[in-house]
């Protein structure tokens, strides 16, 4: 399985970005699909995920209202639209794939693919 992200770049608060994360393999359909971001000098934070159907979505706190995840299984591909983005918001963005299916996948070691990541900075 291969995640190929793309779709970050640098943006001023208020902005919005949407990632995409292209996946390879004919599994894709099977699996809760994740986004995770690291900022300089911090570890890597869990930011939301998607069950394999679409379904259900679970965000963290800080993203919640701004940030939407959804999937396209037709495209093996899964998005991240984020929306009135904050300086706060700066990482490196890495989606993933769970060995799950459902929606409750939040921690990293759930998680057994990564994508190799595309950065977001968002300017004050």
């Known amino acids: 399985v291969q995640l190929q992200a793309c779709g970050g770049g640098l943006v001023q608060a208020g902005d919005s970005l949407r990632l995409s994360c292209a996946a390879s393999?004919?599994?894709?359909?099977?699996?809760?699909m994740g986004w995770f971001r690291q900022a300089p000098g911090k570890e890597r934070e869990f930011v939301a995920t998607?069950?394999?159907?679409?379904?259900?979505?679970y965000y963290t706190d800080s993203v919640r209202g701004r940030f939407t995840i959804s999937r396209d299984n037709a495209k093996n591909t899964v998005y991240l639209q984020m929306n009135s983005l904050a300086p706060a918001d700066t990482a490196v963005y890495y989606c993933?794939?769970?060995?799950?299916?459902?929606?409750?996948?939040?921690?990293?070691?759930?998680?057994?693919?990564w994508g190799q990541g595309t950065q977001v900075t968002v300017s004050s």
């Open positions: 993933a794939r769970s060995y799950r299916a459902d929606s409750a996948a939040v921690r990293i070691h759930e998680y057994h693919y």
């Open positions: 393999g004919r599994t894709f359909n099977n699996y809760a």
């Open positions: 998607i069950s394999w159907s679409g379904g259900a979505t």
